[in-house]
């Protein structure tokens, strides 16, 4: 069974930084992404940044330059650096891996929800 644990969730002022961690076990197929969304009240669930298996990332407009997404394969982790963080980033932040059999037969796996606060 897979399963996605995510943890460095907490509370920071502006202008602070995060750095979030998320692990996947019990894959038997490729992952071929893993990345980070996030929920803020009342709001869809929206991308903050995702990493291809390949090394390539993609990062929403609202992060460029001020987030990074690191991904380890060999521990099946993925991270994200949030620096120069502002109030509006508040929201439960998911990870997210595509794990399938090939890049067109795969299916979306979440972790639990990891909060993110961030207040003066």
């Known amino acids: 069974q897979v399963q996605l644990v995510e943890s460095g969730g907490g509370l920071v002022q502006p202008g602070g930084s995060l750095r979030l961690s998320c692990s996947v076990s019990g894959s038997k197929f490729k992952i071929w992404t893993m990345g980070w969304y996030r929920q803020a009240p009342g709001k869809q669930r929206e991308l903050v940044a995702v990493a291809a298996s390949g090394g390539s990332t993609n990062y929403s407009d609202s992060v460029k330059g001020r987030f990074t997404i690191s991904r380890d394969n060999a521990k099946n982790a993925v991270y994200v650096q949030m620096n120069s963080l502002e109030l509006e980033d508040t929201a439960v932040y998911f990870c997210?891996?595509?794990?399938?059999?090939?890049?067109?037969?795969?299916?979306?796996?979440w972790g639990q929800g990891t909060q993110v606060t961030v207040s003066s």
């Open positions: 997210n891996a595509r794990i399938g059999s090939s890049p067109f037969n795969w299916r979306d796996y």
